[in-house]
């Protein structure tokens, strides 16, 4: 599916991961719409990169209605919707349990908030977005409608000390992959994944070196501009379909 002149969402759009998404795009003639909870930032970045982008409003993604209204604002908005990239998300960290105390211990809250965010979030957000583009004419003569791409994480085959929360909600978000392609195949509509290893952003900005000693080539965290081309290489390659992406240097996260 071509990228020029079409409409993307992209959540977590802000910053990080999503930011560089969003700058990528429109680089490519896109037009983006960034749901963020930081409508600020979203603001100043769609200020900075003119008419091709739009904020919608303060959007948290575990809100039907909110998202609703932000998907049907941006279809007022552009006309026809290509596709969403789920970026947003959060991170936790908290063992199971620890001898002799609880501190710093996993506690329902804790993991249904992550659960709720990365896992639900983004299924709430494909639900929406999937309404409207299996109704819509199709962008190409293959019958085309548009690209869900979500964002997962090693971590949900390699989750470290303290990741359970996290990686079960990045675990569920690739899981759902498969079988929300299937879902979706008759209509038109391709559905992947992308499993990022450490990349430099304001969340992984407090961990420490040690957790990306494992990369085998590039070493370090990874650049958000990398992620970015890769969305646009899903985007646009008709036969990637079904499919969980990792992209981590070759790192395969060991324990701490």
Do not use: W
């Not at 960034?34 to 900075?48: S, V, W």
């Not at 999937?130 to 869900?148: K, M, Y």
């Not at 290489?233 to 324990?255: C, P, Q, S, T």
């Amino acid at each position: 599916m071509q990228i020029k002149g079409n409409t993307f969402i992209v959540t977590g759009g802000a910053s990080g991961l999503g930011e560089a998404t969003v700058r990528h795009l429109v680089s490519l003639g896109a037009n983006v719409a960034i749901f963020d909870l930081n409508k600020e930032g979203a603001e100043g970045i769609a200020k900075e990169l003119g008419g091709q982008t739009f904020v919608p409003g303060e959007v948290d993604v575990t809100s039907e209605q909110i998202v609703r209204e932000a998907v049907q604002n941006t279809v007022a908005k552009f006309g026809k919707l290509a596709g969403v990239i789920n970026c947003g998300g959060v991170a936790s960290a908290a063992v199971t349990a620890r001898r002799g105390n609880s501190a710093h211990t996993m506690t329902m809250e804790i993991f249904e908030y992550t659960i709720r965010v990365n896992l639900l979030g983004t299924f709430n957000v494909c639900r929406q977005v999937s309404e409207v583009l299996v109704n819509q004419d199709p962008f190409t003569e293959a019958g085309e409608r548009g690209i869900i791409i979500n964002t997962a994480s090693i971590a949900y085959q390699d989750g470290q000390k303290g990741q359970t929360a996290y990686s079960a909600s990045k675990g569920g978000v690739a899981a759902m992959t498969l079988p929300m392609a299937r879902d979706l195949a008759n209509a038109g509509v391709r559905v992947n994944t992308i499993a990022p290893g450490v990349f430099a952003t304001n969340m992984t900005s407090v961990m420490k070196d040690a957790v990306v000693k494992d990369a085998l080539f590039p070493t370090g965290k990874g650049h958000p501009q990398d992620y970015a081309s890769l969305v646009a290489f899903l985007i646009e390659n008709g036969m990637m379909n079904g499919e969980v992406v990792r992209i981590d240097g070759g790192a395969r996260l060991g324990k701490l």
